[in-house]
T-cell receptor
Framework: AQTVTQSQPEMSVQEAETVTLSCTYD???????LFWYKQPPSRQMILVIR??????QNATENRFSVNFQKAAKSFSLKISDSQLGDTAMYFC????????????FGTGTRLKVLA | DSGVTQTPKHLITATGQRVTLRCSPR?????VYWYQQSLDQGLQFLIQYYNGEERAKGNILERFSAQQFPDLHSELNLSSLELGDSALYFC?????????????FGAGTRLSVL
């Protein structure tokens, strides 16, 4: 069965610094998608970045980038130039595309950006 | 504002009761997704509808059901409620037919079962 593990329950980073959130997953499938979602104190879920497993190039969205290591089943999120508005819970998610429609979330990492 | 509207924002009810949560997707989105976020279970995908048809099913209990209407709004029905059903229920919408597309989330409905 697929699992998603976020081993860092809480992290903090100074404003303008860089922080990396880790995510590992376990699957026997070769085609899937990985997502990072942000949930600020307002509780609304916001998609941060998406990675397609068949693409070797790491996805990037402005200050957010991922380090996708398919063989190691690792999908970490790097936030550069951290801003106070980045303070939130971050969830890693795995979605299979094999027709079984597995959609698994990690337990989340609470990130606090310090002024 | 994501463009996805969920009502009500808060709902308080008693065990054994039945409630209906409503979701209006973004204009043009044909897919609606339902999620549950609770302290015990974390975030879970429940079910997806695409243009009125059930498309994907996740960890949805048999006591729960959903449907999508011709105007594309969706309702999640929760019956025989238990204390453990207390959670934040999110709806999301997408133009995608599956799960892999970019989804836009509503603000959620917080359900408290007393």
């Amino acid at each position: 069965a697929q699992t998603v593990t976020q081993s860092q329950p809480e992290m903090s980073v100074q404003e303008a610094e860089t922080v990396t959130l880790s995510c590992t997953y376990d699957t026997s499938e070769s085609n899937y998608y990985l997502f990072w979602y942000k949930q600020p104190p307002s509780r609304q879920m916001i998609l941060v970045i998406r990675q397609e497993a068949y693409k070797q190039q790491n996805a990037t969205e402005n200050r957010f980038s991922v380090n996708f290591q398919k063989a190691a089943k690792s999908f970490s999120l790097k936030i550069s130039d951290s801003q106070l508005g980045d303070t939130a819970m971050y969830f890693c998610a795995f979605i299979s595309t094999s027709g079984t429609y597995k959609y698994i979330f990690g337990t989340g990492t609470r990130l606090k950006v310090l002024a | 504002d994501s463009g996805v509207t969920q009502t009500p924002k808060h709902l308080i009810t008693a065990t054994g009761q039945r409630v209906t949560l409503r979701c209006s997707p973004r204009s043009g989105d044909l897919s609606v997704y339902w999620y549950q976020q609770s302290l015990d279970q974390g975030l879970q995908f429940l079910i997806q509808y695409y243009n009125g048809e059930e498309r994907a099913k996740g960890n949805i209990l048999e006591r729960f059901s959903a449907q999508q209407f011709p105007d594309l709004h969706s309702e999640l029905n929760l019956s025989s409620l238990e204390l453990g059903d207390s959670a934040l229920y999110f709806c999301a919408s997408s133009v995608d037919t599956g799960l892999r597309g970019i989804q836009y989330f509503g603000a959620g409905t917080r359900l408290s079962v007393l």
